[in-house]
């Protein structure tokens, strides 16, 4: 997998199945959109199921020259997307938040299904996050 196509693989519409180990299970939707040639715009809508609490995220994917980042909403930069020679259906990124580190680890089933995985560890912390993505629409432009 190169970054140019996991960019264009990302557009469209998702189905997220979240479970926040020592948290909860969230369900919701993702959808990426090109805010221009070279972003996706990434809005992520939640509930979580034991209170029906809802949760939104937005992040921005960026190419350029051959790479894809993983921006925060602000512009602030969270990872530069790693792709793995060997195992092209794994894509990696890490991100360092003081003495945290998140490991970002994204799978890829095939071309309607893919998982990313946050191992999150720090002198206070200590869990995983999971989601799970199945896409429901291509189009979005």
Request: glycine fraction near 4%; proline fraction near 1%.
């Amino acid at each position: 997998m190169t970054p140019i196509y996991f960019f264009k693989y990302l557009k469209g519409s998702w189905v997220i199945d979240r479970r926040i180990s020592n948290y909860g299970y969230l369900k919701g939707t993702a959808k990426l959109h090109l805010t221009n040639r070279n972003s996706l715009m990434y809005r992520e809508d939640l509930v979580m199921e034991s209170s029906r609490k809802e949760w939104h995220r937005d992040y921005i994917y960026s190419y350029e020259e051959n790479r894809l980042r993983k921006h925060f909403s602000d512009g602030r930069l969270f990872y530069t997307l790693q792709f793995n020679c060997v195992e092209e259906s794994i894509i990696t990124g890490e991100h360092f938040c003081g003495c945290d580190i998140y490991k970002a680890i994204y799978n890829i089933k095939d071309e309607n299904a893919f998982s990313l995985k946050y191992k999150v560890l720090g002198p206070n912390k200590s869990y995983d996050i999971v989601t799970e993505f199945i896409r429901v629409d291509r189009t979005l432009a």
